[in-house]
């Protein structure tokens, strides 16, 4: 008997069940009636949102997430099974990550999540107990199989399901974006889809959550390997497979954005489910005349629409000409309001106010700091009066040597490209300008400068971005040591000074807004350092 | 034959392996040379200090902590077991949170932890997979076991010792302070010991560590389940304890401080370990008139030295003539330096830049944010020039409802009453005049108030903190909800303000400096709420 399967990838709202179960009933009504679906497929732990993070820990959040199974399981039409993900709490108080598959307004069946990733940016084994089995069951004359997430990603549970008869699994996922994950994601399932002679219906996610971005993407993979449906990323959409004659058949498959595309589209998202979800009227930022803002005022407009993103240029005495004209037309060229607000009267006032009791010191990077604090006071103070998130427009290079200012040019209530390092900042701003060009040449071949001090460059602090970016990369998303880095080419001293960086700013770090995670290791729930610390590299072994 | 056993109660430096190495062999020859002991029992991961967090994902870090495990065997007296906690690895590559005894310059056996708790500030699992048997060894004629932390929590672990042979178990621990904790500890060990007639020796760690303090109070329970020794709290000390006759020999036992006492000491200890182990130049505050700056600049003199805090007083036209007295009165009483620096002209150059975009608009929290924020400046100008480091002054009832200025009060690198309740604030701030009066009465009695506003009082915002301490208590440390709440007797207006405060502020907590940890549940690492969230309590249950 044919199935017709939809692949619900949904843009859920973590902890709020209510939404959520009146998203999911819709999905399902929509599936039976227009798509004539025998069964619908949601993502993990649909009922609460992925990730609530401790609100798992509330039994009252909990209970809710029940109850929400059951009137969804009322509320949603028969004869469709409809496979939700919700919080399970069993009579002992254990905790799963489980799966409900619901028919005829009644759970008929739960699977409980076997492998729970507790690394990076996942916690699950803080709220979840592992479950023990598989859970087959039978739809029409198809033996199906339940899994979730990380299931899939451990070798033998695909394989038990297959084993203990399934034909066809489904699975139930919450997986962030990074580069190129999406190819990684159906890899790890083609490859077993294939080895095992087993169809695949993998259904994620989309939508952002403060530091994570779901891609959707959602696929299905027919038990000779093949790609059979690819959903559109960034996207919600219901789609549909058909299993018939024992075999997936081949339908729409969305191509795949390529790397810059899609960390350009994962950024855009990010912001606006961040701004949406809580409850901003817009989003302001302030335009320098460098990169990463021009960067950020094109995401944010992206985003939003021109109409919700306010621009503030804020010149000082170190500020150039060509700057405050380089802001105006990004500013202009992406149709923003903007307000021009010079900060030497602030600046001049504090420099009095502190005059007893600086006397007889030397200018330093408190001089430095007041001017970009300045700007955070302004910027805020815009953001508190009209409403709308303040942006921040550091990025991951500057994050990682801690070359910003606490509560200055940090300030702010989420940082968009916090996780970009400055070489993919050209590169992203270069993609944005080949759709229509917003950002003037100059801003993107003249050399980078904080604008703080006179003739001040990046490059007087740090070391070209060129060697400094791989270095980073490879100290803290690889986790390589010094002498590794080292012996990969970099010199010696540019090392040895981005990791001295590095491990001293992880106090800036702390303090900063959210971003959004687009490498494989990005500054906050995936890496957690302590800041008082007295590791130094393996360049200190032999001290002893 | 009798056995001499040292409890080196240390204070150790996360990530500084060389350093914790050098303490560790130093602890080994005092205790063979002065104590004539036969071993040195030290607290859980003393090579590395805890906890080291995601350093512990580094190969360089994990080599490193191994190759010092050599050396400190090679550098320690012979005729001496010494155990100590390193992360260790296995040939595939899997870590575990190990015990090592040493014995005469070599690794006699390890043991890894079972146990590993991944709630509340601890992430184990993200570490360390856990251990799977007990390991047993003879000193002399007594057959020893070994246990770490969490393992005497998990019933069973004890036992399998005993029956495995042990008499007496070795027991290597981290566990931070929360008001009443070591008794806690005591009795889950004196039962235990009493059931099973075993000895029990029981080291912790001592010191902060970035949100964490550690109190020591290292113990030992007799195989009848009596106390017999217990290291004082708070401090680094060499213990010794005697087993003699298959019975631990009854020696001092150092009274344990009350609990108000206890957080006191916890408070300043996790300054002073702070300021000292990040390398600061002491500390500045910005002393205001209210009780909180009253207290937290008598803990930093507590904890520093008056030579090492500035207080720096900042009127505003808002500032009472007697907010200013009694700061004054209180920088005189503790003898520290201090700086009277008016904010107005500060202020007024923002009003005046802000007043084309603000024209037309009604004075709302964006003027008095603006106050704060010229505040945070001056404060940070002050640390960056002169090196001490900002302490903030908030105390938790504050960051629960948000009652405080993102970059403005909230500006500073550590916030040592973070964790305080407002109420508890009030009685440390007693306790502290009990000792010597540093507090003016008055600061005790007057309403408390921002003084951002005309005769502004922290009442006219929020419910008293008499009924708003206790609804934060049940909602963020016990997880209790909304109808609990109400239904033991709260007002439901004041309970759904108080949560709806909480749940929405969580983007200020997470953009927070770390403080101290002195309730069961501390903001932080502790609870991990996230910011963008739907979720509304359990009052929303029916609204489907």
Chains 1, 2 share one sequence.
């Not at 009579?91 to 759970?107: D, I, Q, W, Y």
């Not at 959210?514 to 072994?541: H, L, M, Q, V």
């Amino acid at each position: 008997m044919p199935l017709k399967i939809a692949l619900a990838q949904l843009n859920l709202m973590v902890g709020d069940i209510q939404a959520n179960a009146r998203t999911i009933i819709a999905a399902a009504c929509h599936s039976k009636e227009r798509l004539a679906a025998d069964l619908v497929l949601c993502s993990e732990l649909s009922v609460t949102g992925y990730p609530a993070e401790d609100l798992l820990l509330r039994r009252d959040f909990v209970r809710q997430a029940r109850q929400a199974v059951t009137e969804i399981a009322k509320h949603s039409p028969t004869r469709l099974d409809l496979v939700i993900g919700f919080p399970e709490m069993d009579e002992m108080g254990n905790l799963f990550n489980s799966a409900a598959v619901l028919r005829n307004g009644k759970v008929l069946v739960c699977y409980r999540k076997m492998a729970l990733p507790n690394y990076g940016v996942f916690d699950e084994r803080r709220y979840f107990k592992a479950g023990a089995q598989t859970c087959i069951f039978k739809l029409k004359d198809t033996l199906m199989g339940l899994a979730i997430c990380e299931d899939v990603w451990r070798p033998g549970i695909l394989a038990n399901n297959k084993k203990d008869g399934a034909e066809l699994v489904l699975v139930l996922n919450a997986s962030p974006f990074h580069a190129a994950k999406m190819q990684q994601r159906e890899d790890i399932v083609v490859n077993q889809a294939r080895e095992l002679e087993l169809s695949v219906i993998y259904v994620n996610q989309v939508g952002g959550q403060d530091e994570l971005v779901f891609d959707g993407a959602s696929f299905a993979v027919d038990h000779l390997g093949e790609v059979v449906f690819r959903a559109e990323e960034f996207k919600e959409q219901l789609g549909l497979v058909e299993y018939t004659d024992k075999k997936l058949q081949k339908t729409n498959c969305a191509p795949f954005y390529n790397e810059i595309s899609s960390e350009y589209q994962a950024l855009v998202l990010g912001i606006r489910d961040y701004v949406a979800k809580n409850g901003f009227q817009g989003a302001i930022l302030g335009l320098s005349g460098g990169v990463d803002s021009a960067l950020v005022l094109a995401l944010a407009v992206d985003a939003l629409g021109e109409k919700q993103v306010t621009a503030v240029l804020m010149p000082s005495r170190h500020t150039l000409e060509m700057s405050m004209e380089d802001a105006i037309s990004e500013a202009d060229a992406l149709g923003v309001k903007r307000h021009i607000i010079p900060i030497e009267p602030a600046v001049a006032a504090f420099t009095e106010l502190l005059e007893p009791v600086f006397a007889g010191t030397r200018p330093d990077t408190t001089e430095e700091n007041i001017q970009a604090r300045c700007r955070g006071i302004i910027l805020m103070a815009l953001s508190n009066k009209l409403g709308g998130l303040l942006l921040t427009t550091g990025n991951k290079s500057e994050m990682s040597v801690g070359y910003a200012t606490l509560y200055g040019d940090m300030a702010g209530g989420f940082a968009p490209i916090k996780d970009v390092p400055k070489l993919l900042v050209y590169k992203l701003a270069r993609y944005r300008n080949s759709i229509t060009r917003v950002i003037p040449e100059r801003v993107l071949t003249r050399p980078p400068s904080a604008e703080l001090a006179p003739d001040q460059r990046d490059e007087d602090s740090l070391p070209p971005y060129k060697m400094l970016d791989p270095i980073l990369e490879k100290y803290v998303e690889h986790d390589q040591s010094v002498s590794e880095i080292i012996a990969a080419g970099f010199e010696p001293d540019d090392v040895l000074q981005a990791i001295r960086l590095v491990d001293r700013s992880e106090y800036k770090r702390r303090q900063s807004p959210p971003g959004i995670k687009i490498t494989p290791k990005a500054y906050g729930r995936d890496r957690r350092y302590p800041i008082t610390s007295g590791y130094r590299g393996d360049k200190a072994e032999d001290s002893l």
